[in-house]
Structure formats: C-alpha cells, structure tokens
Nanobody, 122 residues
C-alpha cells in the first residue's frame, strides 16, 4: 500500500515536497516512480528511482527542477519540486514496481498511491 502526502497550492516559482510512504517491508526491492495526471490528459511520467537510489530518471519537463530520493529505512520516497510552473498542476501519484529496471510508462508499475493534488498558480 502506498500513501502520498504533501500536495497543495503554491505560486509559480515556489516549491513543494511530496512524500510517499509504503507499507511493504520489502520496500527496497521496488523501483519507485512519480507520475502525474492533469485534467483531460493522460497520466505521464515524472521521475523514478532505482531500488538502491543509485539511478534516477526524469522527464525532460522537470529536469533540473525536481529531485527524487528515497529512504529505504523509512520505506519512503520523496519528490522535491522547485521552481514550479502552472503547467506542473496535476494530481501526482507514486507507484512501485518490483523490477531491476526503471520504466517510464505507467503500465509496468504494480502498485499505486491514491494521488495528491498539486496546484500552481501564475
């Protein structure tokens, strides 16, 4: 089970930090990802992190602004979002995949959190 926290409303240029807590005792075996979905749009990849945290992947639209990290001791993955833009407005979902590889599409992920709303105003 995954539970995401930290969404909210912020002005453009601001920052938010999302957290996703997992109940699995085998958290460290999962690749963790963040996806987002804006109204009327498909769910899109934001970022993902390997099981050990040694490898990350980012969508071009967030590179240099967002940072993913994980703490396997706390079963938690984080998404630090800086220099937010109105186009970052979406529901953000964390996801977990029992895999050795990072995937940037939603389909391979096994578990999903409930989503947390991020709204960026101009």
């Amino acid at each position: 089970q995954l539970q995401a926290f930290g969404g909210g409303s912020v002005q453009a240029g601001g920052s938010l930090r999302l957290s996703c807590a997992a109940s699995a005792r085998t958290f460290s075996r999962y690749v963790m990802g963040w996806f987002r979905q804006a109204p009327g749009k498909e769910r899109e990849f934001v970022t993902a992190i390997s099981r050990t945290g040694g490898t990350t992947s980012y969508a071009d639209s967030v590179k240099g602004r967002f940072a993913i990290s994980r703490d396997n001791a706390k079963n938690t993955v984080y998404l630090q979002m800086n220099r937010l833009k109105p186009e970052d407005t979406a529901v953000y979902y964390c996801a977990a995949e029992d895999s050795q590889m990072i995937h940037t599409t939603p389909r391979p992920y096994d578990y999903w959190g409930q989503g947390t709303q991020v709204t960026v105003s101009s």
